[in-house]
């Protein structure tokens, strides 16, 4: 098979991991691995319009569209702005963030235990310098 499947390999069962991972854990927020997201774009980028959500998250707008429906039934509200309807994160939104982001620090930092500093400022690197590569253009 070659070093690319190994490649694809890796990234598939990070990614399997990663969503068994937070799904365990955000079901306790009464949130999806499908949602955590969006809330950490609204939350961290309030009045944030969808199509800026979407070039934020790398998602398609149709995707962000469907998702941004059933976060307004609790974790987001709209609010017309100047030129299109902003996004603002509910009081729920609020509450949940901090829980969100230490569910993802703690998979993070278990994923990359074992490594020492050094080795893991130059996985993030190399990682970034993947994703700028691969992630759709704007």
């Known amino acids: 098979h070659g070093p690319y499947w190994d490649y694809i390999k890796i990234f598939s069962v ?17 949130v999806t691995c499908g949602q955590f997201m969006y809330i950490l774009c609204i939350c961290e980028h309030p009045g944030v319009s969808q199509e800026k959500v979407a070039e934020l998250t790398c998602i398609d707008k149709s995707t962000v569209a469907k998702a941004v429906q059933q976060l307004l039934q609790g974790a987001a509200e709209q609010r017309r702005g100047p030129e ?7 009081e729920k939104a609020k509450e949940i963030y901090p829980k969100i982001v230490e569910i993802i620090d703690s998979f993070n930092m278990g994923q990359l235990e074992g490594l020492t ?19 759709p253009k704007p």
Request: glycine share 2%; hydrophobic share 40%; charged share 30%.
């Open 117 to 135: 500093d050094i080795e893991r400022d130059i996985f993030i690197r190399l990682l970034q310098k993947v994703f700028n590569h691969v992630k």
């Open 84 to 90: 299109v309807n902003e996004l603002y994160p509910t």
């Open 14 to 30: 990070i990614y399997w991991q990663s969503q068994s991972f937070c799904a365990k854990r955000l079901k306790d927020l009464g």
